[in-house]
């Protein structure tokens, strides 16, 4: 009697059904969370400096992030079932602002890489509480939304990065900066609360489960595009500079074509998936993504190299957020741990990308792995065929 009406509960009402502001509040939380990991992304040469460490242990300690939101990230499924995704969000939202101004100012190494594990697990409980609310949000809405819900974070993550290298030209200490970044995320929370859903998914079935079924093509197609993510953010820079010619100083176009594609995709998906269906997309964009990778790879000019990572940013924007969109429609397993599922191998993707990339590169070049990417591009076009979307 008390599990029946625990879960009726966390249902909602005929009256709270999700509305204008509960998409604005998603789109809020996307953007708090993109405009924290890039302002941290700003400090990292701080926070090298800080602790002095070599390139080797700060690989190590960046590995501490990822690790703290892997494991946070299956248990969040079932705590925003028992307390609803305004507590979860919330909550997740004050420990990683509260953390982010100490990042700036940690001199031991082993400190930092406690404080960036708390870090991710702030991170990545925020990261799957709002993928879980855009969910039922969207579902409310009965039309595709997801995209521009991803492309929130995709803008979040421009503004961190701006803000930063802003405040930091002006004069401001990484201290002072991070605490004005923190205080900026926290008013965000504050203007959107209202707007976050109190409840989540029903309880059914377990906690916490391996991924079956759709969901594990699903967690396996997050898995191969933030791979290919991650590859170009870590290694388009190395392959311009060795291999295009491109000034060191110029390094970074690739990533910023990427990224700039995937942000102007994401934010007109939604009606680009309502006129083309889930699908098409999914099945065009992977053709599109390898395309542009062969044209860095084939064409010699460092111009093609850009206009390949820019057709690899349009062709991944939205794969993410279908993916997302149809854990709500699957019956393999209950939301409550296929949305944490889908989201932990999607950061595997993050994890495994750069690395894997490395390794091949070292034996084969780095062409060649970058070829591999493609040949994931391709698997993802075919798995998409087996999935309700």
């Not at 701080?46 to 703290?68: E, R, Y």
């Not at 101004?101 to 404080?115: H, K, Q, R, V």
């Amino acid at each position: 009697m008390h599990q029946r009406a625990s879960a009726l509960a966390s249902q909602p009402s005929a009256t709270a059904t999700p509305g204008k502001r509960e998409q604005t509040a998603t789109r809020a939380m996307f953007f708090a969370a993109g405009f924290a990991t890039a302002a941290w992304a700003a400090l990292v040469p701080f926070a090298k400096g800080n602790t002095g460490v070599g390139d080797g242990p700060l690989g190590l300690l960046l590995l501490c992030l990822g690790g703290g939101a892997l494991v946070a990230m299956p248990a969040t499924g079932a705590l925003t079932t028992r307390f609803g995704c305004r507590t979860v969000l919330a909550a997740a939202v004050l420990v990683f602002s509260g953390v982010l101004p100490l990042l700036a100012i940690i001199p031991d190494a082993w400190a930092l890489a406690g404080a960036l594990l708390i870090f991710g697990v702030g991170i990545g409980t925020t990261d799957c509480a709002m993928n879980i609310q855009a969910i039922l949000v969207e579902k409310a809405a009965h039309r595709p939304m997801m995209s521009g819900f991803h492309g929130y974070y995709s803008i979040g993550g421009i503004a961190g990065a701006g803000a930063m290298s802003g405040m930091l030209s002006l004069g401001l200490s990484p201290l002072a900066a991070t605490m004005l970044a923190s205080a900026g995320v926290l008013l965000l929370l504050a203007w959107s609360i209202g707007g976050l859903l109190t409840y989540a998914n029903p309880p059914e079935g377990p906690v916490f489960a391996v991924p079956h079924g759709a969901v594990l093509v699903l967690g396996a197609i997050c898995f191969a595009i933030f791979l290919a993510e991650g590859a170009v953010l870590d290694w388009s820079a190395v392959f311009l500079t060795e291999y295009r010619g491109v000034p060191n100083a110029l390094g970074g176009l690739g990533f910023a074509c990427f990224a700039a594609t995937m942000t102007l995709g994401r934010m007109t998906g939604d009606r680009v998936v309502a006129r083309l269906g889930r699908h098409a997309v999914v099945v065009l964009g992977s053709l599109v993504a390898t395309a542009g990778l062969l044209t860095a790879v084939f064409v010699p000019a460092w111009q093609a190299s850009l206009f390949g990572y820019a057709l690899i940013g349009i062709g991944c924007a939205n794969i993410v957020p279908v993916m997302f969109s149809a854990i709500g429609r699957q019956d393999s397993m209950p939301q409550i741990v296929a949305v944490p599922a889908v989201t932990t191998l999607g950061y595997l993707g993050i994890l495994a990308g750069p690395a894997a990339i490395g390794f091949i590169a070292q034996h084969s070049g780095l062409p060649v792995a970058f070829l591999f990417v493609g040949v994931l591009f391709l698997a993802v076009a075919a798995a998409s065929k087996t999935v309700k979307m």
